[in-house]
């Protein structure tokens, strides 16, 4: 199994269930004090997060004054708290979209060495290499801890003309109002995975007066505070369906990058979420997990077909992605993979040298708007197999597929060995430049950012799925590393 996030593996110990998804639209969570503070010169801030969307400025959380913490445009971290002084660029980028990563500021204006005013802790280390460093000064108060006053997750400050939502997922977003705590406070190395930083139960800690802890575990209340004191946010713009089981001890897949040639395309709602305006190719072909061995199922919700079979969902051997620098126009002509047609029912197989190497199968009955299109790879034996609404199809015929038929490989769209050599496998959307309007879908790797009718786990109790994985079946994530395909 190749894996491509860092510091998100995690078996044993403390475990994290949900996270909260915020669009980078219009979705936030405020709250209004009404405390006093326990200190205005001490807090603790931690939370994990895993990014979505790159090169932009998002902002993360903030005061209505002049406290904020957000990513820049380059995707260097900043923070900053005018009232105290402090004004901090990292060197560092945050760039990787599939990993979770722990960040912990950490302030107490009243220490006496100007460095260790405001500190920067990144998945247990602290940071240390700063483009800007402006020390607090001492004893000054701090702006985002002010009581009576306003915060909010996830945008900059509602009174200002800018927004600057967040893209991408937040777990255990915790405030501790009155001390500077070290992340060994919310986290730990341990010996199962010395070099990977764990979630640790934070419940037991003093949160202080305007303290919080926000775990979403409840989706009809995500703004719930669980430290007991009642400091509740309020949301916007966020749905019961914005609560998700990606977290930092269960990673799973999202699309991470697309093929330089691609345009005219946006991924949304966690990564999952891939929408085509217009004409112009798109091949978005990176899976943060990209299986080698194992049995692997995901689904993919047809929100908008687009015309003609040109629209395509499917999964592609990455290591041709790699070594092809063309523009891609039909993807099953350069890349070595199986993909279908979200608008006709056609089956492709390309085996990655040229246009005269696609084979093309017609199965009955055609795709259409809201149909679930199911996805079995089964890399043990050699053979993918394509369904719809869990039905599965064969190369001709629209029923009469098997995922569990093993070695026998009862109705697989395809048994290729060259797409399925044993280099990594990729998810992969694809639209062609042939087709003018537009095409939307939405990617279940096991944590849909849209409503089920049914939910249905793999074996292992992971995932959750409009359609109960095939026996043997596993979902995309990283507590499934090791069950299957390893």
Same mark, same amino acid.
């Given at each position: 199994?190749?894996?491509?996030?860092?510091?998100?593996?995690?078996?044993?110990?403390?475990?994290?269930?949900?996270?909260?998804?915020?669009?980078?639209?219009?979705?936030?969570?405020?709250?209004?004090?009404?405390?006093?503070?326990?200190?205005?010169?001490?807090?603790?801030?931690?939370?994990?997060?895993?990014?979505?969307?790159?090169? +932009?400025?998002?902002?993360?959380?903030?005061?209505?004054?002049?406290?904020?913490? $957000?990513?820049? @445009?380059?995707?260097?971290?900043?923070?900053?708290?005018?009232?105290?002084?402090?004004? $901090?660029?990292?060197?560092?980028?945050? +760039?990787?979209?599939?990993?979770?990563?722990?960040?912990?500021? &950490?302030?107490?204006?009243?220490?006496?060495?100007?460095?260790?005013?405001?500190?920067?802790?990144?998945?247990? #280390?602290?940071?240390?290499?700063?483009?800007?460093?402006?020390?607090?000064?001492?004893?000054?108060?701090?702006?985002?801890?002010?009581?009576?006053?306003?915060?909010?997750?996830? +945008?900059?400050?509602?009174?200002?003309?800018?927004? $600057?939502?967040?893209?991408? $997922?937040?777990?255990?977003?915790?405030?501790?109002?009155?001390?500077?705590?070290?992340?060994?406070?919310?986290?730990?190395?341990?010996?199962?995975?010395?070099?990977?930083?764990?979630?640790?139960?934070?419940?037991?800690?003093?949160?202080?007066?305007? !303290?919080?802890?926000?775990?979403?575990?409840?989706?009809?209340?995500?703004?719930?505070?669980?430290?007991?004191?009642?400091?509740?946010?309020?949301?916007? @713009?966020?749905? &019961?369906?914005?609560?998700?089981?990606?977290?930092?001890?269960?990673?799973?897949?999202?699309?991470?990058?697309?093929?330089?040639?691609?345009?005219?395309?946006?991924?949304?709602?966690?990564?999952?979420?891939?929408?085509?305006?217009? #004409?112009?190719?798109?091949?978005?072909?990176?899976?943060?997990?990209?299986?080698?061995?194992?049995?692997?199922?995901?689904?993919?919700?047809?929100?908008?077909?687009?015309?003609?079979?040109?629209?395509?969902? !499917?999964?592609?051997?990455?290591?041709?992605?790699?070594?092809?620098?063309?523009?891609?126009?039909?993807?099953?002509?350069?890349?070595?993979?199986?993909?279908?047609?979200?608008?006709?029912?056609?089956?492709?197989?390309?085996? !990655?040298?040229?246009?005269?190497?696609?084979?093309?199968?017609?199965? #009955?009955?055609?795709?259409?708007?809201?149909?679930?299109?199911?996805? &079995?790879?089964?890399?043990?034996?050699?053979?993918?197999?394509?369904? +719809?609404?869990?039905?599965?199809?064969?190369?001709?015929?629209?029923?009469?597929?098997?995922?569990?038929?093993?070695?026998?490989?009862?109705? &697989?769209?395809?048994?290729?060995?060259?797409?399925?050599?044993?280099?990594?496998? #990729?998810?992969?959307?694809?639209?062609?430049?042939?087709?003018?309007?537009?095409?939307?879908?939405?990617?279940?790797?096991?944590?849909?950012?849209?409503?089920?009718? @049914?939910?249905?786990?793999?074996?292992?109790?992971?995932?959750?799925?409009?359609?109960?994985?095939?026996?043997?079946?596993?979902?995309?994530?990283?507590?499934?590393?090791?069950?299957?395909?390893?």
């Amino acid at each position: 199994m190749i894996i491509i996030p860092a510091n998100t593996l995690s078996s044993g110990g403390y475990d994290v269930a949900n996270s909260l998804m915020f669009d980078g639209v219009d979705s936030y969570l405020n709250i209004t004090s009404g405390s006093s503070p326990t200190s205005t010169q001490k807090f603790t801030v931690s939370f994990w997060l895993k990014r979505s969307e790159l090169g +932009r400025e998002q902002h993360i959380f903030g005061g209505v004054s002049a406290a904020q913490c $957000y990513f820049i @445009s380059d995707d260097r971290l900043r923070f900053a708290d005018t009232t105290s002084g402090t004004n $901090y660029y990292t060197t560092q980028v945050f +760039r990787d979209v599939s990993a979770w990563y722990n960040i912990v500021i &950490a302030v107490d204006t009243t220490l006496g060495a100007a460095g260790d005013r405001a500190r920067i802790y990144v998945n247990g #280390s602290e940071v240390t290499a700063f483009d800007t460093e402006t020390n607090a000064t001492q004893n000054n108060n701090t702006d985002y801890n002010i009581g009576s006053t306003a915060y909010v997750i996830g +945008r900059y400050n509602p009174s200002q003309s800018q927004n $600057y939502y967040y893209s991408g $997922y937040m777990a255990e977003y915790v405030f501790i109002d009155g001390q500077q705590l070290a992340p060994t406070s919310f986290g730990e190395f341990d010996d199962d995975s010395p070099t990977i930083w764990k979630p640790i139960d934070v419940s037991g800690l003093t949160f202080g007066a305007n !303290g919080y802890y926000l775990d979403f575990a409840d989706s009809g209340d995500l703004g719930d505070d669980e430290s007991g004191n009642g400091n509740d946010f309020s949301e916007n @713009s966020i749905a &019961a369906t914005d609560q998700c089981v990606d977290s930092p001890t269960n990673n799973f897949c999202t699309f991470t990058t697309t093929h330089p040639s691609a345009t005219s395309f946006t991924i949304t709602e966690g990564g999952t979420r891939v929408s085509k305006s217009g #004409s112009g190719n798109v091949a978005l072909t990176g899976s943060s997990l990209m299986p080698t061995a194992g049995k692997w199922y995901f689904e993919a919700l047809i929100n908008e077909a687009g015309n003609g079979d040109r629209t395509r969902v !499917g999964v592609v051997n990455y290591q041709t992605v790699k070594d092809y620098t063309g523009v891609i126009n039909t993807p099953s002509q350069v890349l070595a993979g199986c993909t279908t047609s979200c608008k006709a029912a056609k089956h492709f197989e390309g085996d !990655g040298s040229g246009s005269g190497s696609v084979t093309e199968y017609t199965a #009955s009955g055609d795709f259409a708007d809201d149909d679930v299109v199911n996805f &079995a790879m089964d890399l043990d034996n050699k053979a993918i197999y394509i369904g +719809r609404n869990n039905t599965w199809h064969t190369q001709t015929a629209s029923s009469g597929g098997d995922p569990t038929s093993g070695a026998s490989k009862t109705g &697989a769209i395809t048994t290729d060995t060259t797409i399925m050599n044993g280099e990594p496998m #990729s998810i992969m959307f694809g639209h062609s430049a042939g087709v003018s309007d537009g095409s939307d879908i939405s990617f279940n790797f096991g944590n849909p950012a849209y409503a089920l009718t @049914s939910a249905a786990n793999d074996e292992n109790g992971y995932g959750n799925f409009e359609y109960a994985p095939p026996s043997g079946f596993l979902a995309l994530c990283t507590k499934n590393l090791g069950s299957d395909g390893g």
